[in-house]
């Protein structure tokens, strides 16, 4: 692992928001609740939470206070962030995605190659820094995305996107595969029973899809 393929990533995952969003560009974003997010609530969900990152990394090199949000303060940070864009257009969301991201690679410049090896920087996590990286850039802005191609019952992209982001995110993660556990974010578990056997009857011999199903059956 080094920089240049974290900036890679970077640009990988920024292009997958935009793919994202161009694929539900005619949405009617009117409709829209905190329980219920549409794509440009789950863009500025993405966005928030890589800018918080960000500011984390930032802190470990600057001259910065940062203030973890608690055990109770992510639920709160989820709907503030929902708040400040619950009103905004798709494409004004989009952009930042492309200001945030654009932030997050300057931050990691910060770090020297030997840094990014390092378990010493207060991430949270007792993982090397450019795995923590890795977990901001990949895991999380693709566990969002996936799910909504799942939810929204378009298997065959959601296939097809979660095979491409297997082979090109796995591989960067240590086999971490928490990108296709979708637990919390089912509605119900009436709901995630019926996405489930729909999927698995229209494409039951997916073998990739065997590995997701098992992923969040147990």
Known sequence: MNKQTLYEMNTYILDKI?????????ENIEI??????NTRDVIGHINAWVDFFNKKLESFKKDTSFRNLGENGLEKYNKESYERNKNKKLNDVMNE???VFGEYKNSLE???????????????????????AS????????????????KRRDYEKFLSEAGEMHTYCVEYSDDNETMYYFQDLFESEE?????????????????????IIKINME
């Not at 935009?18 to 005619?26: E, I, L, M, P, S």
């Open 18 to 26: 935009v793919d994202f969003g161009d694929f539900y560009k005619t």
């Open 32 to 37: 829209s609740s905190f329980s219920d997010w």
């Open 97 to 99: 995605s492309k200001t």
């Open 110 to 132: 910060l770090f020297s190659e030997d840094e990014l090896f390092s378990r010493e920087f207060p991430t949270g996590f007792d993982v090397e820094l450019w795995r923590y």
């Open 135 to 150: 977990m901001d850039l990949i895991i999380h802005p693709i566990n969002h995305i996936l799910y909504q191609y799942l």
């Open 191 to 211: 709901n995630k029973n019926m996405i489930i056997t729909e999927i698995v009857e229209k494409y039951k011999g997916n073998k990739l899809l065997k590995k």
